[in-house]
Each structure stands twice: as structure tokens, then as C-alpha cells.
């Protein structure tokens, strides 16, 4: 190659037209939530969800052998009644509940009636509640932090993921059609 | 003598071994202080998921804390160093290292210096080539010559 002044002008435009190009793609996948630069990816996509059991809310918990043997797949949903993304979150988790969206929730690090009492008050989007007092079951399912989502497949098999708050976006761009997928 | 004097603190301040001013509280120290300075320096490695730019030794965020103590509950039952950090990167991914091993996904990371230096070595190499050979020197006759315009 030779280092003439035209090459040498358009290196850094070619250089700046690329990188502008990677910016914006990053930018737009960020908009549409598939990329969080912040996201740990899970190490349990297409894996059997770890072992636990953990007490109820208000009544039964449950454990994994339990989301080894549903219907169909189901939304596994870590919450706390003290995280504002959560209440966020919860709104839109009612409303896809009520459209017959299995959702399954766990209460991490919310000790006491809190977490009963916040789901008497703006509703229950779950069929079954657990509570991770100790966010020791949410360490091994590699949570960062709340509220973040899972959808398992009837046999207990972790499909996909996501850290955060679910949004009406993502639900229709990824839930769904995971959820359709795994049936 | 202050000159000296200042010198010799700076000197000092130095050479003072390197304190960890670990910012959780002692009660979480385990009593065994070679199992301790252990569990720090796993600890050390391993990237605090909700700050992500700290060790979860420097963390003060809940699940930093949480993760010391199981370090500390796996140094105490015997664990080796890479048995504990394997423990962690089954469950957080590699991410949780906070020095990335190196793998295909990663080599251009730990390649990079290597390569920007060869890249410098290159373009050096390549000017150096192209650069025009320094002109003769005059002749005599120039000399004069030259001497004749500079001088009126």
C-alpha cells in the first residue's frame, strides 16, 4: 500500500464512517433493549435451572423440581417490594398476566410482610410466590440485581433472560416469542 | 535538612506496606489471619456485579458483601483459590473476573499492546524507507558561490 496524501485523508474519514456506523448500531440495539451494556449475560441460557426450594409469601413456595414439571414454559420473576423498577415493572407484569401469561415471582431480600402486602395492594400478576430472604437461591441463578426475568421451559431449562425491568417492547420483541417458541 | 527530612517521608510513605482499608466492617474478617489475607486476595478478583468497576472487596453494595461472605465461608472449608473463583464464573460468567483469562473472545484485549507496538514499528519502518536520501554536499565551487550571494 502506498502511504500517498489520499490515503492518508481518507483513513481517518474511512476510520470515523465505521466507528460511527458501530456507535449506532450499539445505540439502537440499546434503544430497543437486546443490548445493556451493563447486562451480565446468564450462564443459564439452555441450562436446567439451579437446585432450590424456598418458603412462600403468603402460603406454598416453591422449588425447581416444581418449574420442572408446568404445562408449558412460564416467566420466573425475581421482585422486591422495596425496588422501584419493580413497581415499575409490575404493572406491565399484571397486564400480561391478565392476557394468560404464566408469571411466577420471587421475593428477593424482602423480609417481613412487605412483600405480601405491596402484591395486596397493586395486585398479584403471580401464580405462585417464593421468598429468597437471604438472596442466597438468587446468587445461584447469577441475579446482579432486581428485578430481573427468566422464562423456563416445562421441562426446568432457563430459555431466556433478561437484567432489569421488563417493557412492553421487550415483552413483544423477546418474551413472547420465546414464550411461543418453547410451548 | 527539611528537604532531607521530606524525602525521607515520602521514602517512608512508600515503602510502607500496602494497607487494605477494606471498607466492610471487621466483624466480616475471618480470625484466622492467613485465611483472611486468602479470602482478600480471591476477593480482589473478582468484580463486584453492581458496581462492576470495584472488587468486591472495595464494594459497599449488599451483593458485594454477600459474595465476601461466601468466599470467606469456601476459604474456611478448604477450597483452593480456583476452586472459589470457579464457583463464582459458573454462576456470573467470566465477567466476574476482573483479569479476563485469556481465550479466543478475549486475545485481542491481552494481543493489543503487542500489536499497536508492531503497527508503530511498521509505519517507522515504512517513513523511514520513503524518506528522500539527504542531498550531497556542496561542492567547492558551490561554496564560493553560496559565500559570494551571502556576502554583498
Redesign the interface.
Known sequence: MR?DRRTLLAAPLGFTVLAGGAFYMILQRMQKGTFDP?G??T?LSNKPLPDFNLPGIDGDGFGSADLARTPGPVVLNFFASWCAPCVEEHRLLINIANQGVPIWGIAY?DAGPQAGAFLKQRGNPYLRTARDDA??VA????I??VPESFVVDRHGIVRWHIGGPLTAQIVVDQLMPTMRAWV | MTKRLILLLLAAMLAWPGITWAISDPSEALANPSAEKRAVEIGEQLRCLVCQNESIEDSGADLARDLRRIVRQQVTAGKTDQQVIDWMVSRYGNFVRLRPPFNALTFMLWASPVVALLIGCLLLLVGRRRRAPPAAPLSPAETMRLKGLLEP
Open positions: 502511504l451493563r451480565v449475560p450462564m431480600k438472596g442466597r446468587i445461584d441463578f447469577g446482579t440485581g
